[in-house]
């Protein structure tokens, strides 16, 4: 049976896990009785429809909401999973084939709705699936003092009892008295293993920084913090080597690692990462696993990560034991560019490289956040947070400017052009550049054609960027590279609603006039 990573990846086509989730993982996949507190949106399906993967036998999931349990089953489906479900909402042709799987071994997660529970007829089809593990969502459905009661949750204790198989529960509500009702509703009072984690690492300190001279810009920073213990993640093999060699000539101890290397080389630089006082090891993201270093100092990014939940896990590497620890990432132009064209070539379907280039454009509206940079990407995993003062944005917040006015008219060339252009062509149409390919397509008498020349290209870009990072705008991935309005951008392009934009990445965008006195 393949391991969890791998799973997450194959069959989900994620890089890495959100916080908590491998923990959860872990223990359920271990067959431990687990209560799971997640924020909505933090991600808990995955910790349990990966376990019911790694286990023998049927996991049941039991959920409230039809509407979730089908989607679910489709999603999954589409990756190649056997899942199903028994709902009020089923045909009976669907209802059939359920029947046909679960006799012939094949399904493994089995959506019931909880009403079911109360047919006396599911308990005994139960025992003879198989069922190895019962899965719990929306778990507080079952307290009687809450706004969701849901009398059948009751039910789910004696299903548990019958089965005597681990049972999985998650809910989003965290207050005590609730938990405490799921440990005994659903646990006969017995201590499962709670998580209840904020996700947050207050002595991170969190910043990014526009390319500029990266090689420069990685000295500085490791300069400052010459003799402690820091990572530098590089997107190349090449780069770990080259980028050691110099911080070893700036006087640096540091070492390269990357998979291409010997696993005796590589378990001779973990070694002595761990035990050296003051090394910095210049890496691939294939360092880490292997690393237990409480007092990481530093942790700085050459490119960009590949997704959010990457780069909360590898800056989350530093200041495990608490004290202070500093980060920076780096980003550019080429770097998204080149995470386009990954997901573009990739073989997945269309639908999640779409999801993907959305996950692409949170990144991406992290680096280019306006206000503090941990509530955005805390909020990335559903947490509220009130601005940390501890990150670049809360030391020094950017420029903002009202680009209601220019987003508009971004937006309205990439309708009037049918969502078929790149944004350099919507450029040259904005700043009225007449190239061949503008004319060929008469787009030069569009009424957008020149209507942005107060901006110049750079400022544009910058535009599109920042609008990419709103998500209000997604590259087709199945039209190269052009631009597709999302739901988000039509209240902007409808006049409903205002857009205001960071300024220094668009040096030229117009100032708001100065008025007399
Ligand atoms: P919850 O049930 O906690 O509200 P979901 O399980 O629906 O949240 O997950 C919320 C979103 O996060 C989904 O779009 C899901 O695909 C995405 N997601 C979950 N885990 C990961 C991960 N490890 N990497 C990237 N995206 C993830
Ligand atoms: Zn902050």
């Known amino acids: 049976m393949p391991g969890a990573a791998t799973l997450l990846r194959d069959v989900f086509g994620f890089d890495a896990f959100r916080p908590g989730q491998e923990e959860i993982i872990h223990t359920v996949s271990a067959g431990c009785n687990t209560l ?27 959920s409230p909401l039809i509407a979730l349990m089908r989607d679910q089953v489709r999603a999954l489906r589409a990756a190649g999973v056997e899942a199903g479900a028994l709902t009020s909402g089923n045909t009976e042709e669907e209802t059939a084939e359920v029947w046909r799987a679960l006799d012939e071994g094949r399904l493994k997660l089995l959506y019931v ?22 899965a719990v969502d929306e778990a507080h459905c079952v307290s009687q003092w809450g706004h969701d009661f849901r009398p059948d949750y009751l039910r789910i204790g004696e299903l548990r009892r019958a089965l005597n198989v681990p049972l999985a529960a998650f809910t989003a509500t965290a207050d005590t008295e609730t938990q405490a009702e799921i440990i005994e509703k659903l646990f006969d009072g017995q201590q499962p293993q709670v998580f209840l984690h904020g996700f947050d690492r207050p002595n991170i300190h969190l910043a990014f920084a526009a390319k500029d001279q990266p090689r420069r810009q990685i000295m500085e920073f490791a300069a400052v913090r010459k003799g402690q213990s820091g990572i530098v993640y590089c997107g190349t093999r090449a780069k770990t080597e080259s980028l050691a060699q110099a911080l ?23 070694h002595r990462f761990n035990s050296e006082d003051g090394l910095i090891v210049v890496a691939t993201v294939a360092f880490g696993m292997g690393v237990d270093k409480p007092d990481i100092r530093w942790v700085a990014h050459a490119d960009l990560p590949k997704s959010i939940e990457s780069y909360y896990q590898e800056i989350g590497r530093a200041g495990r034991d608490g004290a202070s620890a500093e980060t920076l990432t780096l980003f550019g132009p080429d770097d998204i560019r080149l995470r386009r064209a990954q997901i573009d070539e990739g073989l997945a379907p269309p639908e999640r490289r779409m999801a993907d280039h959305g996950r692409l454009n949170a990144l991406l509206g992290l680096a280019e956040a306006m206000t503090c940079r941990r509530a955005t990407l805390l909020r990335y995993f559903g947490e509220q947070a009130s601005p940390c003062g501890n990150c670049d944005l809360c030391d020094t917040p950017p420029e903002t400017f009202d680009a209601t006015q220019a987003v508009r008219k971004a937006l309205s060339a990439i309708l009037r052009t049918g969502e078929r252009f790149g944004a350099g062509h919507l450029i040259d149409i904005l700043t009225g550049n007449a190239t061949d390919k503008l004319r060929a397509r008469g787009h030069d008498s569009l009424p ?53 934009l960071r300024r220094d990445t668009v040096a030229s965008a117009p100032r708001p006039a100065v008025r007399a006195l």
């Open 113 to 134: 709705a909880p009403e079911r529970l109360a047919a006396g007829a599911s308990l005994g089809m139960l025992r003879r699936i198989g069922v190895s593990l019962i």
């Open 36 to 62: 799971a507190i997640m924020p909505t949106g933090g991600g808990k399906s995955l910790c349990f429809q990966l376990p019911a993967l790694m286990r023998d036998g049927v996991t049941v999931v039991i």
């Open 248 to 270: 070893g000539n700036a006087g640096h101890s540091a070492c390269a690692y990357h998979g291409g290397m010997e696993a005796e080389a590589r378990r001779n630089v973990e």
């Open 448 to 500: 957008t054609f020149g209507v942005g020349r107060d901006i110049d290209r750079r400022g544009w870009q910058g535009i599109f960027r920042q609008i990419m990072g709103r998500d209000l705008i997604r590259p087709d991935p199945e039209r190269h590279g052009a631009l597709v309005m999302t739901e988000a951008a039509r209240p902007i392009l409808r006049g409903e609603e205002d857009i205001t």
